[in-house]
């Protein structure tokens, strides 16, 4: 099978996905482990093979042993490289893009990747990605994984937007805006939803300022959001973690 989609990047560095790994055992650990065949797909893995390696680890920690993670690359130099830390067939390393290699995963962890394309081009990925019924997870973030984005996506339809940060870190909500999923980063102006997400959760950051440290900070401002009545999960366990999760802006 011909793989669809365009050589990347590949910049990588080991725990940069740490942050959607810990989400992706939450969010779809029922669904790993219900399935006969627990697949996930880690499509664009990049130069190096550590963060496919990571997230079979942690899924086999934290949700069942028997997970099995397959890294997908249209660089035939990159799948030659990360063949030797193979350990099949929990592991396995194969040339493959949007298409998936012909495989039928439960889960797609696709971080990096769209970003580097045209927004034009996000649907029909997402749609190819999901075809088979496999759960999208789909965005970006910083070079060291401390401010990230990403959509969860099935049957080609995003449902919701789960931002999160590496609280000590965080200067500003407001540094969201650089690493927003390609669907919805140059939506960022006034008048669309998600610009008037970034702008309450800077002002409620903004409002929680004074004792508090970074993260009752922020479990304070997505209390405020959620108050307020934007569609914002009520997780107050995952805010802690620095994370929050509104559905998809466009949806409201």
């Not at 509104?246 to 949806?251: H, N, R």
Request: net charge positive; with cysteine; charged share 25%.
């Amino acid at each position: 099978m011909r793989p669809v989609g365009a050589v990347t990047r590949g910049t990588t560095n080991p725990n940069r996905l740490r942050r959607v790994d810990n989400w992706i055992a939450y969010r779809c650990g029922d669904l790993l482990a219900a399935a006969a065949h627990p697949l996930v797909v880690d499509l664009g893995f990049g130069a190096t093979p550590v963060t496919a390696i990571e997230l079979r680890e942690r899924l086999a920690s934290r949700v069942r042993r028997d997970v099995a993670v397959v890294g997908l690359e249209i660089d035939p130099v990159r799948v030659a490289a990360a063949l030797p830390a193979a350990d099949p067939p929990r592991l396995e390393f194969r040339r493959g893009g949007f298409e998936l290699a012909g495989l039928r995963p439960v889960v797609v962890r696709a971080l990096n990747v769209l970003r580097q394309y045209d927004e034009a081009e996000v649907a029909a990925a997402w749609r190819t990605m999901t075809a088979t019924g496999a759960a999208l997870v789909e965005g970006t973030c910083d070079e060291l994984g401390r401010v990230a984005a990403w959509a969860y996506v099935e049957h080609g339809r995003p449902l919701t937007l789960t931002l999160s940060a590496r609280l000590s870190d965080l200067d500003h909500p407001a540094t969201f805006a650089e690493r927003l999923p390609k669907a919805l980063i140059h939506h960022n102006v006034p008048g669309e939803p998600i610009h008037d997400l970034l702008r309450a959760l800077g002002h409620a950051w903004d409002v929680a300022a004074g004792p508090f440290g970074p993260r009752q900070r922020w479990r304070h401002a997505a209390a405020t959001l959620h108050a307020e009545g934007l569609p914002l999960l009520h997780e107050p366990n995952r805010w802690r973690l620095g994370e929050l999760t509104v559905t998809w802006p466009g949806q409201w």
